[in-house]
């Protein structure tokens, strides 16, 4: 607050995560040379080759998710909750099925689906009145999220065939923890250690790393390998 003074109003309170929050999610300013920027840049403007239209859903695989979802979800701003979906009826499940049908034709996610709620936990053993000491978390309406996981299950295999995600890397894969790394960490300095080797470990942490990414060079990586239907989608 100006002249250092506290924020002791809901309203005042808000502008300042407002603010806050609008400075991290600015894209960043480290990019790499100019040349290579230049040629990403350029790449991004090619056309995408022809490939086969996106793998549609269908009304059994949208209720299989819906059946999986939590049901004590706080509505998001559409104010369509877990529990209303449950409740949907064929037909209303049909057509959703047809939308996302559309949207894998089309190459199209709705904008309105992007818009999310935030809400800000505090980080533990965090000062309080830093508004950097809390985490924000985006809650997505429901139906994208239901979308979202329905592209996930066609964009897996395609991870997988071109070995995008290292064997090493335990984050973002099914069936894979902390506790797993930490198996495979000890593990490997046991072996050392019994073989009489010297063991040694770099620990990285990346402050916002997510708010860090040049997202065109991440976009540049993932026209790579993912056709063109759900390259757009996700673009």
């Given at each position: 607050m100006?002249?250092?003074s506290?924020?002791?109003?809901?309203?005042?309170?808000?502008?300042?995560?407002?603010?806050?929050?609008?400075?991290?999610?600015?894209?960043?300013?480290?990019?790499?040379?100019?040349i290579?920027t230049?040629n990403?840049?350029?790449?991004l403007?090619?056309?995408?080759?022809?490939?086969?239209p996106?793998?549609?859903?269908?009304?059994?695989?949208?209720?299989?998710?819906i059946?999986?979802l939590?049901?004590?979800?706080?509505?998001?701003?559409?104010?369509?909750?877990?529990?209303?979906?449950?409740?949907l009826?064929?037909?209303?499940?049909i057509l959703?099925?047809?939308?996302?049908?559309?949207?894998?034709?089309?190459?199209?996610?709705?904008?309105?689906?992007?818009?999310?709620?935030?809400?800000?936990?505090?980080?533990?053993?965090?000062?309080?009145?830093?508004p950097?000491?809390?985490?924000p978390?985006?809650?997505?309406?429901?139906?994208?999220?239901?979308?979202e996981?329905?592209?996930l299950?066609?964009l897996?295999?395609?991870?997988?065939?071109?070995?995008?995600i290292?064997?090493?890397?335990?984050?973002?894969?099914s069936?894979?923890?902390?506790?797993?790394?930490?198996?495979?960490?000890?593990?490997?300095?046991?072996?050392?250690?019994e073989?009489?080797?010297?063991?040694?470990?770099?620990?990285?942490?990346v402050?916002?790393?997510?708010?860090?990414?040049?997202?065109e060079?991440?976009l540049?990586?993932?026209?790579?390998?993912l056709?063109?239907?759900?390259?757009?989608?996700?673009?």
């Amino acid at each position: 607050m100006p002249n250092n003074s506290w924020a002791s109003s809901d309203s005042d309170k808000t502008s300042i995560f407002a603010e806050h929050l609008a400075n991290v999610f600015k894209p960043h300013n480290i990019i790499p040379n100019k040349i290579h920027t230049l040629n990403i840049t350029r790449s991004l403007k090619f056309p995408l080759p022809m490939a086969l239209p996106a793998k549609h859903t269908s009304p059994g695989e949208i209720q299989y998710i819906i059946r999986k979802l939590p049901t004590k979800k706080a509505p998001r701003h559409d104010l369509i909750s877990n529990l209303i979906v449950k409740h949907l009826p064929e037909k209303s499940i049909i057509l959703l099925a047809l939308i996302f049908n559309s949207m894998f034709r089309l190459s199209y996610f709705p904008t309105a689906w992007k818009h999310s709620n935030i809400i800000l936990i505090p980080k533990p053993n965090k000062p309080p009145d830093i508004p950097s000491s809390y985490r924000p978390i985006s809650l997505l309406p429901t139906l994208s999220k239901i979308f979202e996981k329905i592209l996930l299950k066609r964009l897996l295999p395609l991870s997988n065939k071109f070995n995008i995600i290292p064997n090493h890397q335990f984050g973002f894969r099914s069936k894979h923890s902390t506790i797993h790394q930490l198996h495979r960490t000890v593990d490997q300095i046991s072996t050392s250690m019994e073989a009489k080797h010297y063991c040694a470990a770099v620990l990285l942490d990346v402050a916002q790393a997510f708010d860090k990414v040049w997202h065109e060079g991440l976009l540049f990586k993932l026209k790579k390998f993912l056709p063109a239907p759900y390259y757009l989608l996700l673009k």
